[in-house]
Each structure stands twice: as C-alpha cells, then as structure tokens.
C-alpha cells in the first residue's frame, strides 16, 4: 500500500513538474517572438528607409540577416553577404514583390530548429529589396532549455 501511494506521489509531482516546464517554455517562446519580431520589423522598415534613401552600403548587417537589393531585370544592384553585383537573381519573394508590393514568407530551411523568414519590398524606383533572416523555433527554445533542467 505504501509503495502505491509512493509512485502515485512520484508520478503526480513528475507530471506537475512538466507542466510547469511547457508552460514557462511557452511564455519564454511567446515573450521572444515578440520582441524578435519587433527588432526584425524595425531592422526591415531601417533596410528600406536606406535603400530608398541610397544609404543601404552603410547600413550594418547583423549576422544571420542578408539584404539584396534586385532590379526589375533580376540584376543584382546590392548584396550584403557579396562583393561583386551584377548577376541575376530573381527568387520568388522579388518575383511577388514586383506584382504585390510587400510580400514576408517562411520555410523551415535547417530542420525543426530554424526557420527562414524573408521579406520583400518594392521601391518606387522599381526594384526591390529583399531581406532574409533566420529565426529559432520552439524546439531550438526548449532544447537550449533543456540544459538548465538536466
């Protein structure tokens, strides 16, 4: 009789303390993605001020976020990860963005633990800017919290 009520103590605490762990995951994820999504927000809305603007070579890039800037064409006026332009280039956030204006996707490029969002814009002189960046999921959340419970 003991030992029921033993490992039905265990169990209970166990199945409290993992609730407790995916509810302060959840908040953390929640809380982050917001705050990302602000600074990822104002770094886009300061990438197409300064492109506007002809400033874009001065803009400082973080790691992990590339902006190219592309013609009507598909030439490449500007790339922040590259030297030389003048290559064609044209993917499909630039190819949407010339017909729609303002166009943001996401796809899960390296696995459950990051996803690529890309932004595009037209400017009024035509071409269009395109920023990518990556963004941790929940699971690369919960795996770097994993470290702080084991």
């Known amino acids: 009789m003991t030992s029921k009520i033993f490992k039905n103590t265990v169990f209970a605490a166990m199945i409290a303390v993992l609730t407790c762990i995916v509810i ?3 908040v953390l994820f929640e809380y982050f993605s917001v705050r990302t999504g ?3 927000d104002d770094f886009c809305e300061l990438a197409v001020s300064s492109a506007e603007n002809g400033y ?3 803009l400082s890039v973080p790691d992990g ?3 190219y800037i592309v013609a ?3 030439t490449v006026l500007f790339d922040s990860l590259r030297e030389e332009t003048g ?3 044209i993917g499909k956030e630039a190819e949407k963005a010339l017909t729609e204006g303002e166009v943001r ?4 490029a390296y696995g459950p633990t990051e996803r ?3 932004y595009a814009k037209r400017l009024s002189d035509g071409t269009v800017v395109v920023i990518a960046f990556t963004e941790p999921t929940v699971w690369l959340v919960v795996l770097g919290m994993s470290g702080i419970f084991l």
Request: glycine share 8%; charged share 45%; aromatic share 4%.
């Open 65 to 67: 976020k590339r902006i």
């Open 105 to 108: 996707s996401e796809d899960k």
């Open 56 to 58: 874009i070579e001065t």
């Open 87 to 89: 290559s064609t280039y």
């Open 72 to 74: 009507e064409d598909g």
């Open 24 to 26: 302060v995951v959840g």
């Open 116 to 118: 690529t969002v890309r």
């Open 38 to 40: 602000r600074e990822t």
